[in-house]
């Protein structure tokens, strides 16, 4: 790591986040307003990278709906996933060595150490 982290988007992850936010039941006791809630989606739009995906490496995952993640960070060529959903993307076919899978206190103390 270089000391910077620039988050990657695609077309796939940006429908789910659009999604996610269009949900109401899910912020029922929200702090945020709704229109707080988009703006903080801009607010993290305005430093991601949009990455457009060409090829479709296909690691079946247990999960098809998290296969675009491991094409976006491939596409983008990204040295890290970080999610709260790390079992679901460690179990595909294909394996890609030099792309770590992280949960995001693993990320944070992984950043952190190179830092110091």
């Known amino acids: 790591m270089n000391g910077t ?9 940006y429908a789910e986040h659009e999604d996610a936010l269009s949900r109401q039941d899910l912020f ?4 945020l307003m709704e ?4 703006q903080l989606l801009d607010a993290y739009m ?3 990278r949009w990455v457009a995906i060409h090829f479709l ?3 079946n995952l247990r999960d098809e709906a998290d ?3 491991v094409e976006l960070a491939l596409a983008g060529n990204a040295q890290w996933i970080v999610t709260g959903n ?12 030099k792309l770590r899978i992280v949960g995001p206190a693993e990320f944070a103390a992984a950043f952190a150490s190179e830092g110091s």
């Not at 982290?5 to 992850?13: D, E, F």
């Not at 029922?28 to 702090?31: E, L, T």
């Not at 229109?35 to 988009?38: L, N």
Request: hydrophobic share 45%; glycine share 6%.
């Open 35 to 38: 229109a707080e809630r988009w």
């Open 57 to 59: 490496w296909r690691p």
């Open 67 to 69: 296969n675009h993640l």
């Open 5 to 13: 982290v620039c988050p990657l988007m695609g077309n796939a992850l």
């Open 28 to 31: 029922r006791r929200a702090a």
């Open 46 to 48: 305005s430093v991601c």
């Open 86 to 97: 790390k079992a679901d993307l460690v179990s595909g076919e294909l394996l890609f060595p």
